[in-house]
């Protein structure tokens, strides 16, 4: 994505893997033993966060949040739904996103922690990345992540069964 061109509304946010759809829906988290066994990713896969800031910085995106996530948010911070709403949202294409920086940083990372500063209540996108339909797609999809994200690959193993929880939350 570049800054010129705002992303069509079946786009998510990140640089990591533009060019994603996205669905309000929750998909169909039930497969089949036939089905799982077909995923690459059937023995798991390896991811830890190292809290880089990589994910909430660079290229302009968007970041989906709902009403309870905007609440959450509001809640979280002390904060008048309102004030939320006009300061850290937009509308984009009849839904609602995180606002970002003119350098396309989420108005919510603090650049001297390198961490969000509402990391408890962050939006179902946050929470899931990089367990994502699109990054699971293949083999190609999740290599092309570990680019961005030096936590793609490395650490804990993540169980079939935790990615596809974590994947079923949010459809991007």
Same mark, same amino acid.
């Given at each position: 994505?570049?800054?010129?061109?705002?992303?069509?509304?079946? +786009?998510?946010? @990140?640089? +990591?893997?533009?060019?994603? @759809?996205?669905?309000? @829906? $929750?998909?169909?988290?039930?497969?089949?033993?036939?089905? @799982?066994?077909?995923?690459?990713?059937? /023995? =798991?896969?390896?991811? &830890?966060?190292?809290?880089?800031? /990589?994910?909430?910085?660079?290229?302009?995106?968007?970041?989906?949040?709902?009403?309870e996530?905007? +609440?959450?948010i509001?809640?979280?911070?002390?904060?008048?739904v309102?004030?939320?709403? $006009?300061?850290?949202?937009?509308?984009? &294409?009849?839904?609602?996103?995180?606002?970002?920086?003119?350098?396309?940083d989420?108005?919510?990372?603090?650049?001297?922690?390198?961490?969000c500063?509402?990391?408890?209540? &962050?939006?179902? +996108?946050?929470?899931?990345?990089?367990?994502?339909?699109? /990054?699971?797609?293949?083999?190609?999809?999740? =290599?092309?992540?570990?680019?961005?994200?030096?936590?793609? =690959?490395?650490?804990?193993?993540?169980?079939?069964?935790?990615?596809?929880?974590?994947?079923?939350?949010?459809?991007?």
């Amino acid at each position: 994505m570049t800054a010129e061109t705002p992303p069509p509304e079946d +786009q998510k946010p @990140s640089k +990591q893997a533009p060019n994603q @759809s996205t669905s309000a @829906s $929750l998909p169909d988290s039930t497969s089949s033993t036939s089905e @799982s066994q077909e995923l690459w990713y059937k /023995n =798991g896969l390896k991811f &830890r966060c190292t809290q880089c800031g /990589n994910c909430c910085t660079g290229a302009p995106g968007v970041v989906w949040v709902d009403d309870e996530e905007v +609440q959450a948010i509001a809640d979280f911070l002390d904060k008048p739904v309102g004030e939320i709403r $006009l300061m850290h949202t937009r509308p984009f &294409r009849n839904k609602v996103s995180l606002t970002e920086f003119a350098n396309g940083d989420c108005t919510f990372f603090d650049p001297e922690s390198r961490g969000c500063s509402i990391y408890p209540v &962050r939006p179902k +996108q946050c929470r899931t990345w990089p367990f994502w339909s699109s /990054n699971l797609a293949d083999e190609k999809a999740w =290599g092309s992540i570990k680019g961005d994200c030096p936590g793609a =690959g490395c650490g804990d193993l993540i169980s079939f069964d935790e990615i596809e929880i974590r994947r079923s939350v949010i459809d991007i």
